[in-house]
């Protein structure tokens, strides 16, 4: 009988164990919720402003665009591309060429830096724009540029233009508006050969829809979070209700076996410390029942033992096959043929009698008293002579036999029938799981003192999967190879029988050259 603990715990330490372990759940899931509505809330606010490009410099050397972070970088609707210093797109398939002077007029991307266009009216009504780029604690980056309503330049200058007036192209990427809806930033880079190029960047504008997608993450983060407290408090009550409803109704079940006069497991009670008793004095009478609970067990081993003697005796060999019988009932097999028919017949009620067989063998090999009747034979012979009773089965099936057997006696011990089973256990798998024209192959040695016979096939081969357990009882191989599937027992009898004989079988993982499934048997000379 397995041992009661007993538990120390009183109602009061339950509860509020439960109270902590819940209240540190629902703080672990807040944490992760917020972290998520981070994580989705930066899919949709970026800010290129505040990177710094230059880790993905390797990137951008070897050209690789395709590697660059966009999305993360740019938003969901945000695109890059990649120029000379003339403005010939080099990447990016949906831009086309930007001019130089266009070129010279997108602001540089750097951290903290932040271009700011400023529109007013002059004394003359002039509509006049200042275009500056802020640095962080105000630091000036670009010297600040005044245009007029013709996008002529009054004050400052621009790096690398020329002339007095900007395009409207040059101007509108001077002053974020082209393309509308995005930021556009270039930031220059030098390819592996050394070559200047620019990498221009079109950042999304944070529009309504993104604010209202931000609002409906965060909603959504605080109903997932009431959902999940709720939740939270109906698994907490749930809990409490089992700890305390399970010994009670553990204690019912015993109840109700013992009345039925079954012999319940010892319960161990593992809720509030005010259960203990009960559960103790329900154990110590379930303690009294040990006795007959062994003498059970020893009535059910003798009923093992019955079963595999009944299953002995009702080995009726089934003599008649439907399909032959019928065909040989309707008329249709020529009387020449009649003796072929019979005899195929009783052959096939051997292979399904082998079934029944299976099943008793294992029985046997299992039980503490089995023994085998060995006796001092050939090994030669008997592959000799069940390789003779084969034949023809191979030769109807198809199959290529090669049989290497030295013409010198190899010398056992076997239990002659025993030893032929492990022989029909693997050649009839062989025959089951391959096709029409596999060659079997049959080579005995006498190799370190030992018999060494290999039994192959150049057939499917087994897959791997069942390799390391083929000789597991009840393994049998994918039926989609083969619906001839047998009880899943051959080669674990197989491999009980050899193991009796003081030999080893295996399987060689991987098999010789020329080989799809290789077994390999040996057994100690006598």
Request: overall charge negative.
């Amino acid at each position: 009988m397995k041992r009661w603990k007993r538990t120390k715990s009183s109602y009061f330490s339950v509860l509020l164990r439960c109270f902590g372990a819940y209240t540190l759940f629902l703080v672990i899931a807040a944490i992760a919720l917020l972290f998520w509505a981070l994580m989705e809330s930066s899919i949709t606010v970026t800010s290129l402003s505040d990177r710094d490009l230059s880790e993905y410099n390797d990137i951008l050397q070897a050209e690789q665009y395709d590697q660059f972070p966009v999305r993360t970088l740019l938003g969901k609707t945000g695109s890059i591309a990649a120029t000379d210093n003339t403005g010939r797109i080099l990447y990016g398939k949906f831009h086309e060429d930007i001019p130089p002077e266009a070129l010279a007029c997108i602001p540089l991307q750097g951290q903290y830096v932040y271009p700011t266009v400023t529109h007013w009216y002059d004394e003359q009504g002039r509509q006049l724009t200042l275009v500056a780029s802020d640095g962080y604690s105000g630091i000036f980056h670009q010297t600040p540029v005044v245009l007029d309503a013709d996008h002529k330049i009054l004050y400052g200058s621009i790096p690398g233009v020329d002339t007095d007036v900007l395009s409207d192209e040059a101007y509108g990427y001077l002053t974020q508006t082209l393309p509308q809806g995005y930021y556009i930033w270039k930031y220059p880079f030098e390819n592996a050969d050394g070559q200047s190029r620019w990498l221009i960047l079109y950042e999304q504008i944070l529009r309504n829809e993104e604010y209202a997608h931000l609002d409906m993450i965060w909603s959504r983060t605080l109903l997932l979070f009431l959902g999940l407290y709720v939740l939270v408090l109906l698994a907490m009550a749930l809990w409490l209700s089992r700890k305390v409803c399970g010994p009670l109704k553990r204690l019912e079940q015993g109840f109700t076996e013992l009345a039925q006069q079954n012999d319940p497991e010892p319960i161990q009670c593992r809720g509030p410390r005010e259960f203990e008793q009960i559960c103790s004095a329900f154990n110590q009478l379930s303690a009294q029942l040990a006795e007959s609970e062994r003498q059970r067990k020893a009535l059910e081993d003798n009923r093992q033992k019955l079963l595999a003697d009944i299953s002995h005796d009702l080995k009726t060999p089934i003599t008649v096959i439907q399909g032959y019988a019928k065909a040989i009932c309707d008329g249709l097999i020529p009387p020449e043929k009649l003796p072929d028919y019979l005899d195929t017949i009783y052959q096939k009620s051997n292979r399904l009698t082998g079934l029944i067989d299976t099943f008793h063998e294992y029985s046997k090999l299992e039980h503490p008293q089995f023994t085998l009747q060995t006796k001092r034979l050939d090994l030669c012979e008997v592959l000799r002579e069940y390789l003779a009773s084969k034949y023809n089965e191979l030769e109807l099936g198809g199959f290529v036999p090669e049989i290497e057997i030295p013409d010198e006696a190899i010398w056992c011990m076997l239990d002659k029938t025993a030893f032929l089973r492990v022989l029909e256990n693997i050649v009839s798998n062989a025959i089951k799981h391959n096709p029409s024209g596999t060659a079997l192959f049959f080579q005995l040695q006498c190799r370190n003192g030992q018999a060494v016979l290999t039994l192959a096939d150049n057939g499917v081969g087994i897959p791997p999967e069942l390799a390391d357990r083929i000789f597991d009882p009840f393994v049998v191989g994918d039926e989609s190879r083969n619906t001839r599937q047998g009880s899943g027992l051959g080669l674990a009898i197989s491999h009980k029988i050899v193991t009796a004989h003081g030999g080893t079988i295996q399987l060689v993982q991987p098999p010789q050259p020329g080989y799809s499934t290789q077994f390999q048997v040996t057994l100690p000379l006598a």
